[in-house]
């Protein structure tokens, strides 16, 4: 139990094109979903935390309008890269918490979507 | 801030070795901590877990205790098997409410048989 998905895995777009990543908790609701930034050999860093039907919450020096952060219900949740350049090549990891979970600091991760930017 | 450091990999080692990865934080509060592993083409999963000063996390084979004097959270194992082989993040969250993870820059295990 308690699977997340992403998709795609993995993506390449051009430069100044928006592409959007999605993530499900396939076997739970999840009121909380987390987007996380892993550069090669660096740890993952957090970017936002989204709540189901409210806004999104992000980490300082992360761009809001740059990455939007969409929880619509409470299985998926989407991260669109807009006007995306070459720096913002990475690979980006959603999490969840499940619903009823959220004072156990539990989260389950998606796979990871790897975006090259060209 | 909070931060986790943890030894830089890739340890290989053979299989039936023993395994320490060592990591320390730096809080400022009593965190809870975390070992979450990643094998290849999977999503992480949590490891073990410790929620204050002196607790021990295990699962399957590995532990580690939660050292507040020396600030440390090291994982071990007495005897590795090549399907352990993947990354290990060592992480922590602070008890505030909050479910923010820090993690470390993670360790690459390699075992050979």
């Known amino acids: 139990g308690a699977v997340v998905s992403q998709h795609p895995s993995w993506v390449i777009c051009k430069s100044g094109t928006s592409v959007k990543i999605e993530c499900r908790s396939l076997?739970?609701?999840?009121?909380?979903m987390f987007w996380y930034r892993q550069f090669p050999k660096q740890s993952l860093m957090l970017m936002a935390t989204s709540n189901e039907g409210s806004k999104a919450t992000y980490e300082q020096g992360v761009e809001k309008d740059k990455f939007l952060i969409n929880h619509a219900s409470l299985t998926l949740s989407t991260l669109t890269v807009t006007s995306a350049h070459p720096e913002d090549s990475s690979f980006y990891i959603c999490?969840?918490?499940?619903?009823?979970?959220?004072?156990?600091?539990?989260?389950?991760f998606g796979p990871g979507t790897r975006l090259t930017v060209t | 801030g909070d931060s986790v450091t943890q030894m830089e990999g890739p340890v290989t080692l053979s299989e039936e070795a023993f395994l320490t990865i060592n990591c320390t934080y730096t809080a400022t509060g009593y965190p809870s901590l975390f070992w979450y592993v990643q094998y290849p083409g999977e999503g992480l999963q949590l490891l073990l877990k410790?929620?204050?000063?002196?607790d021990k996390g295990s699962n399957k084979g590995f532990e580690a205790t939660y050292r507040k004097e020396t600030t440390s959270f090291h994982l071990e194992k007495g005897s590795v098997q090549v399907s352990d082989s993947a990354v290990y993040f060592c992480?922590?969250?602070?008890?505030?409410?909050?479910?923010?993870?820090?993690f470390g820059t993670g360790t690459r295990l390699l075992v050979s048989p």
């Open positions: 410790a929620t204050k000063a002196d």
């Open positions: 999490s969840a918490t499940p619903r009823g979970r959220e004072n156990s600091y539990e989260q389950y």
């Open positions: 992480a922590l969250v602070m008890n505030t409410g909050f479910q923010k993870l820090v």
């Open positions: 076997d739970f609701q999840a009121t909380t």
